[in-house]
């Protein structure tokens, strides 16, 4: 299968799961609420952002190891561009997710903080339902994509330090 189906396929898949489960989660943890303010919102979506990434990474890089071995998908040709860039990230499945997270969830409480600034006070929960479905639906692509790539990137380095 080709890289890019391959990525495409694999990152569908865990954006559909985690559009499920978190909004499940979202839910459950803010039922009893009518509004949840964006104090709380920032706190979800960073523990969120890092859970998800380390859980994604966990799954997807031994998926991406297993159809490797299998023949699915191949380490070859020239990477994507950004799997240049990921290249350089730990290639361990809990140093890759853990990182990941952090950025993504220090980003997000930047962006979040930035929007309260300009006057969101916070979300209805079903407004915060819908956000952390679209949310988590994106972030699992994203995050399987790239660690999809940089589990590549490793392959190829490997296959070129022994020369096969």
Not at 53 to 72: I, K, T, W
Request: aromatic letters at 6%.
């Amino acid at each position: 299968m080709p890289v890019t189906s391959y990525i495409r396929k694999q990152g569908t898949i865990a954006g559909i799961i985690n559009v499920v489960i978190n909004s499940l989660i979202t839910w459950l943890g803010h039922r009893r609420t009518g509004f949840v303010p964006l104090g709380g919102i920032v706190v979800d979506v960073a523990v969120t952002s890092i859970l998800l990434s380390l859980l994604v990474s966990l799954f997807a890089s031994a998926g991406v190891r297993h159809d490797l071995e299998a023949g699915r998908v191949r380490a070859t040709g020239e990477p994507p561009k950004a799997g240049r860039a990921l290249s350089r990230l730990p290639a361990r499945w809990w140093a890759l997710g853990l990182l990941i997270g952090l950025g993504v969830a220090v980003t997000a409480a930047v962006v979040l903080r930035l929007l309260g600034a300009l006057g969101l006070s916070g979300l209805s929960l079903a407004g915060f339902v819908a956000f952390m479905a679209v949310y988590t639906g994106l972030l699992g692509y994203a995050v399987t994509r790239w660690v999809i790539l940089r589990q590549l990137a490793e392959r190829r380095a490997c296959t070129a330090a022994t020369g096969g």
